[in-house]
């Protein structure tokens, strides 16, 4: 976990208070009235100067910060924006990404937040985006280089303009966030399902979770012939099916009003290694396949943050981890299996393994009736064609939870667009032989056929939502986030079930 100390004090600085600061971060509120900047230099050090040093940047907006030195010893470096009240919670992020990353460029010890003129709730948010953005930019991320990084200095930031700001939940996004990217960087030699089992093993231990692992045995035991069909491929008999169990203490401490008896399923896509099976990928398109279990990553880092914030309600997390390779065993097209729920599938492409090892998964998951599934997976490169790389895709089989959903992704600031999951896609699915197509070959609308043959593995009364990761990995980082993978999906996730409350308003729309 990154230890980062937040001092907050609601006066501002003295001037020799900034002087001793090498590293200072100031936003001011850009309202129809103007800047927010003093009438005088006295109402905080340096104010004349910048807004003189502000007017002469050109090609100024929301999101171009202003840097530059004061002419003090430490020769402070400062970086400098105007906001807007209502700017969204993704462009506050970006922001904060960037007047942060012009900080950390110099590893400092101490960074100084700026906040004067704001009302509390516009300060409140800002103090949160540049928290976040830090907590990202200092975590230190895999590293085998014989030379490795410098470690990341800063310990302390200090805030001026606003104090009270509750914290507790940013820092457990980020610890969650942090441990998603971490493992979706692992090269695949030093992530293979069995080192990954390890791992999962020990973040256990740590977190009290309940552990069980489904091996190959376990699984045929389950008829689960849908994940065994892509496991069967690989020549190391490590794959299998995670089980973890969070329950909350006797005493609680959440945002959120859900009935203590109520269970949140998370399962996540943890194909640690994809080549495409005998569809063999073309050298291009393998290239990273290390980072196909982001999906399993994002539901353990997900865990992770419910558990630090105590929260009052079961979390079950499902991890299916295998490996796609080629081989004499490997799965083929045309092959018909049977996953656990007895649905009989027939093989298109084996390079659609991530919808089989998750049809078992979800089987198994949603038998246990939870109040609702969240599955991750990197699932469709349609998805990725429809929405870039920016936002992720949301499929869900309650149509009154479109609202929330949305809602929770701009919150957030990490955002979700739904897509329909109407049963007339289903027809693209039908089979000669078998009760349902894997995939179709032309690949038209993939990503709705995906979550559509997802559906047959999740029970009716189970209320569901898929995230197809296509914002897995954004190139030069995204919102708060300064690497291209973005461990997409914990922020978002908090805020639905948290703040929306998806679960609670769900039981209500079934009894009324």
């Known amino acids: 976990m990154t230890k980062l100390k937040i001092k907050q004090s609601p006066t501002l600085p003295e001037a020799v208070v900034m002087d001793a600061l090498g590293h200072i971060i100031i936003i001011l509120s850009d309202t129809p009235a103007g800047i927010g900047w003093p009438a005088t230099d006295?109402?905080?050090?340096?104010?004349?100067?910048?807004?003189?040093r502000w007017s002469q940047q050109k090609d100024k907006d929301d999101l171009t910060p202003l840097t530059t030195h004061l002419p003090n010893a430490a020769?402070?470096?400062?970086?400098?924006a105007c906001v807007k009240p209502d700017i969204s919670a993704f462009d506050l992020l970006t922001l904060a990404r960037k007047l942060c990353g012009a900080q950390l460029g110099y590893n400092p010890s101490e960074v100084m937040l700026l906040l004067p003129g704001l009302d509390e709730i516009l300060a409140s948010r800002i103090t949160e985006a540049v928290a976040a953005a830090l907590l990202a930019g200092v975590f230190a991320m895999p590293s085998f280089k014989s030379k490795p990084p410098k470690p990341k200095?800063?310990?302390?930031?200090?805030?001026?303009?606003?104090?009270?700001?509750?914290?507790?939940?940013?820092?457990?996004?980020?610890?969650?966030?942090n441990l998603a990217r971490y493992l979706t960087n692992l090269p695949p030699n030093e992530l293979t399902p069995a080192m990954y089992r390890q791992r999962i093993a020990e973040l256990a231990e740590q977190n009290g979770?309940?552990?069980?692992?489904?091996?190959?045995?376990?699984?045929?035991?389950q008829k689960a012939g849908a994940f065994l069909a892509v496991a069967q491929g690989s020549a190391?008999?490590?794959?299998?099916?995670?089980?973890?169990?969070y329950h909350p203490p006797k005493t609680t401490r959440t945002t959120a009003?859900?009935?203590?008896?109520?269970?949140?399923?998370?399962?996540?896509?943890?194909?640690?290694?994809?080549?495409?099976?005998?569809?063999?990928?073309?050298?291009?398109?393998?290239?990273?396949?290390?980072?196909?279990?982001?999906?399993?990553?994002?539901?353990?880092?997900?865990?992770?943050?419910?558990?630090?914030?105590?929260?009052?309600?079961?979390?079950?997390?499902?991890?299916?981890?295998?490996?796609?390779?080629?081989?004499?065993?490997?799965?083929?097209?045309?092959?018909?299996?049977?996953?656990s729920n007895g649905v009989t599938i027939e093989v298109v492409h084996t390079d659609a393994e991530g919808r089989m090892v998750l049809a078992d998964t979800l089987a198994m998951a949603s038998a246990e009736r939870p109040d609702l599934i969240i599955d991750y997976a990197t699932l469709t490169g349609t998805c990725v064609y429809a929405l870039g790389t920016s936002y992720s895709g949301a499929f869900t089989n309650r149509d009154e939870l479109?609202?929330?959903?949305?809602?929770?992704?701009?919150?957030?600031?990490?955002?979700?667009?739904?897509?329909?999951?109407?049963?007339?896609?289903?027809?693209?699915?039908?089979?000669?032989?078998?009760?349902?197509?894997?995939?179709?070959?032309?690949?038209?609308?993939?990503?709705?056929?995906?979550?559509?043959?997802?559906?047959?593995?999740?029970?009716?009364?189970?209320?569901?939502?898929?995230?197809?990761?296509?914002?897995?990995?954004?190139?030069?980082g995204l919102a708060h986030i300064p690497t291209d993978i973005s461990g997409f999906g914990v922020r978002f996730t908090l805020n639905l079930v948290l703040d929306r409350g998806v679960m609670d308003k769900h039981k209500k729309i079934e009894a009324s």
């Open 209 to 221: 979770w309940n552990m069980h692992f489904f091996d190959n045995k376990a699984l045929r035991r």
């Open 75 to 80: 020769g402070s470096h400062v970086t400098l």
């Open 42 to 52: 006295n109402e905080w050090p340096y104010a004349d100067l910048l807004k003189q």
């Open 153 to 177: 200095r800063l310990a302390t930031l200090h805030v001026y303009g606003v104090a009270g700001v509750n914290l507790e939940r940013t820092f457990a996004e980020a610890e969650g966030n």
């Open 402 to 476: 479109m609202f929330d959903i949305i809602r929770a992704g701009r919150d957030s600031g990490e955002r979700v667009w739904p897509f329909p999951t109407d049963s007339d896609y289903d027809k693209e699915l039908e089979s000669d032989i078998a009760d349902v197509k894997q995939c179709v070959l032309a690949g038209e609308a993939d990503h709705i056929l995906a979550a559509r043959f997802l559906n047959r593995f999740v029970r009716e009364e189970v209320p569901w939502l898929h995230i197809d990761l296509s914002a897995w990995n954004h190139k030069g």
């Open 236 to 245: 190391d008999d490590d794959a299998g099916i995670v089980q973890l169990c």
């Open 257 to 339: 009003k859900i009935p203590a008896k109520q269970r949140l399923c998370l399962v996540g896509k943890g194909i640690c290694y994809d080549t495409g099976g005998n569809n063999l990928k073309p050298a291009k398109n393998m290239f990273g396949m290390h980072e196909d279990m982001e999906g399993s990553a994002v539901a353990l880092g997900t865990l992770l943050a419910l558990t630090r914030l105590k929260v009052n309600f079961s979390v079950h997390c499902w991890l299916a981890l295998a490996q796609n390779h080629i081989g004499p065993k490997a799965y083929k097209q045309n092959d018909v299996v049977t996953a």
